[in-house]
C-alpha cells in the first residue's frame, strides 16, 4: 500500500511477556519515529532513525524498550518483560525529510498488557 | 523545555457554526507550528503548518496564524461540517539537536448536523 502500515493492530498480552510491533514506512522515506500516545493524551516521541541509525532515542522510557531498522526501511519496536503501564497505542511514523515535521502516520499498533 | 498547550474539549458545535481551537508553545526560539488532525478510524494526518512568525497555514478551510508575539497558533474554520468531526493536535518541532515534533493533547471536535 501507498501508507504506513503497522502491525499487529491490535495486541494483547499478559504482564512480563515480549512484544513486538513492527512498521512499514512509505517507500522512499529515509526518517521513522515512534510515538506512544496513551488515551487522553497527544503522542509522545519514543524514537526516530535516520536511515538504519537510531538519531534519537531519548524518548525511550527504559531500558525495557528498543527499536530496530536493520536496512533503513521496516522497524521494529520491541518491548521486554511489559508491565501494565505500557498499555497504549503506539504509533509509527514516515517523512521524507526529518527536519520538515511532516509526518505521515500508520493507524497505530494497539497494546494491552493484562 | 519544548512545549504545546491547546484548550482542553470535548467541543461541540452545530453545523456551520465558527470554530476556534487555542494552541500556545513555548517560546523557545522560533519553532515550525503545525495542525496534525485524527478522524475516526485513521491515523493522524498533517493538516496545515507555519514554519515562521506571521505566516497562515491553510487547509480544507481552516486557517492559522503564527503569533510570535502572543506564542500562539490558533485553529480557526469559519463554518465546520459533520466530516469535520476528529481529534485536533497542535505541535511544535523542537529545536537545538533533534527535530522531533511535540504535540499538545489534543481537542476532540464533534459537530451535529
Known amino acids: 500500500g501507498a501508507g504506513v502500515s503497522q502491525t499487529p493492530s491490535n495486541k494483547v498480552t499478559e504482564k512480563g511477556k515480549y512484544v513486538e510491533l513492527r512498521c512499514d514506512p512509505i517507500s522512499g522515506h529515509t526518517a521513522l519515529y515512534w510515538y506512544r500516545q496513551s488515551l487522553g ?21 527504559n531500558d525495557r524498550f528498543f527499536a530496530v531498522r536493520p536496512e533503513g526501511s521496516v522497524s521494529t519496536l520491541k518491548i521486554q518483560r511489559t508491565e501494565r503501564g505500557d498499555s497504549a497505542v503506539y504509533l509509527c511514523a514516515s517523512s521524507l525529510n526529518w527536519l520538515t515535521g511532516e509526518l505521515f502516520f500508520g493507524e497505530g499498533s494497539r497494546l494491552t498488557v493484562l | 523545555g519544548d512545549s504545546v498547550t491547546q484548550m482542553e474539549g470535548p467541543v461541540t458545535l452545530s453545523e456551520e457554526a465558527f470554530l476556534t481551537i487555542n494552541c500556545t508553545y513555548t517560546a523557545t526560539g522560533y519553532p515550525s507550528l503545525f495542525w496534525y488532525v485524527q478522524y475516526p478510524g485513521e491515523g493522524l494526518q498533517l ?3 507555519a514554519t515562521k512568525a506571521d505566516d497562515k497555514g491553510s487547509n480544507k478551510g481552516f ?3 503564527y503569533r510570535k508575539e502572543t506564542t500562539s497558533f490558533h485553529l480557526e474554520k469559519g463554518s465546520v461540517q459533520v466530516s469535520d468531526s476528529a481529534v485536533y493536535f497542535c505541535a511544535r518541532l523542537t529545536q537545538g539537536g533533534s527535530e522531533k515534533l511535540v504535540f499538545g493533547k489534543g481537542t476532540k471536535l464533534t459537530v451535529n448536523p
Not at chain 1, 493524551?41 to 522510557?61: C, K, M, N, V
Open chain 2, 63 to 65: 486557517e492559522a496564524t
Open chain 2, 47 to 49: 493538516l496545515l503548518k
Open chain 1, 41 to 61: 493524551q497527544g503522542p509522545e516521541f519514543l524514537i526516530y532513525f535516520q536511515g538504519t541509525g537510531a538519531a534519537d532515542d531519548s524518548g525511550l522510557p
